[in-house]
């Protein structure tokens, strides 16, 4: 959600429906000192492989509702709208949770599974569904990422 808010943040601001990269470096990495020049670009960068934002005509848009989103008096994005979500990480964690264990027993068993089940001839993302579907967890919310993180591996 904090990157959410951080790539709403300059649009609201300013008001403005698109806005060219410059601009967009320029309020996080000089008005708003949130980052340098380096991190701003990497941040555009990122919304654009998640689909916050798309490139039209040279001008960034927001993929997604301003509207909805509020930006908090005094926010200031960390560090973590750098981070990658594993989409595999985070499934471990809901099982985890769900059955009251510890991720690394979890996956220890994606571990055993992928070696016993498959002799080594699966995916951790695929071994995280056989779990998850074992310890009836949902995850269909995650399966196109899921999907996604098996393709570009």
Do not use: C
């Not at 005509?57 to 981070?83: C, H, Q, V, W």
């Not at 510890?102 to 695929?126: C, W, Y």
């Amino acid at each position: 959600m904090t990157l959410s808010i951080t790539i709403a943040a300059p649009f609201k601001h300013t008001r403005k429906a698109g806005m060219r990269k410059n601009e967009l470096v320029y309020y996080y990495a000089l008005d708003r000192k949130w980052m340098s020049t380096e991190q701003a670009n990497q941040l555009l960068k990122r919304a654009e492989e998640e689909g916050l934002l798309g490139l039209d005509n040279g001008m960034y848009i927001p993929r997604f509702d301003l509207a909805a989103i509020t930006i908090p008096i005094g926010f200031k994005p960390t560090s973590s709208i750098f981070e990658r979500n594993d989409p595999a990480q985070e499934l471990i964690g809901r099982i985890a949770k769900a059955k009251s264990l510890q991720e690394i027993d979890i996956v220890a068993e994606m571990n055993k599974t992928i070696r016993d089940g498959f002799d080594s001839h699966l995916l951790p993302p695929a071994a995280v569904v056989i779990l998850a579907k074992k310890y009836q967890v949902p995850f269909e919310d995650l399966s196109e990422a899921l999907r996604q993180s098996v393709n570009k591996g």
